[in-house]
């Protein structure tokens, strides 16, 4: 089974830039979620996703940050504009449904500098 | 919400025991895990616990919940250098899962 691809890795942008990361969920997976992990922190959760309506983004910064999730597969996750706090890993991962027993697989993340 | 700490190193000697604690503050807690995060990768999910079970093993692993004190431990026995990772414990509440600020485990030769 393929696991969560995410892209870009890396991204370097200046503050006040737009940026947008993807995400490819596991085949099957319903649920899927952006987390975003500042450097010697856990991750945090921004939103998430049910098929391709939004179950949580309590936590998302709406004057900047969007996502959507199309047709209930791949989602994107931008940023405009960029601030310099910004600058993290913003971590994909997606489930079978809610999390329970089958956890929730990541994807290897794509770290953003923001300078 | 849900507020969920660890303690934020650890080290032990290769072949010795590692514990790693985790306080949670959600009762309805219903799900807890146990992620691996190696430097520059994901997370990898290493186990989980049901809240209606008190201990888990899996090979290596063994996984301890006290739900009265809302404590929950994943003991790696043997450890081998190869365990050297942040691991994040996190809990699912409310369908959503929070995790822990993460604990570095060292493991000297």
């Known amino acids: 089974e393929a696991g969560v691809a995410q892209s870009p890795r890396y991204k370097i942008i200046e503050k006040r830039q737009s940026v947008a990361f993807w995400c490819n969920p596991i085949?099957?997976?319903?649920?899927l979620y952006w987390y975003q992990q500042i450097l010697g922190q856990g991750p945090k959760l921004l939103i998430q996703?049910?098929?391709?309506?939004?179950?949580?983004d309590s936590q998302l910064p709406k004057d900047r940050f969007s996502a959507e999730r199309l047709k209930g597969v791949d989602s994107t996750l931008k940023i405009q504009p960029a601030k310099l706090e910004d600058s993290a890993v913003y971590l994909c991962?997606?489930?079978?449904?809610?999390?329970?027993?089958?956890?929730?697989?990541f994807g290897q993340g794509t770290r953003l500098t923001v300078v | 919400g849900e507020d969920v700490e660890q303690s934020l190193f650890l080290s032990v000697r290769e072949g010795d025991s590692s514990v790693i604690n985790c306080t949670y503050t959600?009762?309805?807690?219903?799900?807890l895990y146990w992620y691996k995060q190696e430097p520059g990768a994901g997370l990898q999910l290493l186990t989980y616990?049901?809240?209606?079970?008190d201990m888990k093993q899996d090979q290596r692993l063994t996984v301890l919940l006290n739900k009265k004190d809302k404590h929950l431990s994943l003991r790696i026995a043997d450890t081998q250098t190869g365990d050297s990772a942040i691991y994040f414990c996190?809990?699912?509440?409310?369908?959503?899962?929070?995790f822990g600020g993460g604990t570095r485990l060292m493991v000297k030769p």
């Open positions: 991962a997606s489930s079978r449904r809610d999390t329970e027993a089958f956890g929730a697989f």
């Open positions: 085949s099957g997976h319903a649920t």
């Open positions: 996703f049910q098929n391709n309506g939004v179950v949580d």
């Open positions: 959600d009762s309805s807690s219903t799900y």
């Open positions: 616990i049901f809240s209606n079970m």
């Open positions: 996190a809990v699912n509440a409310g369908n959503m899962l929070t």
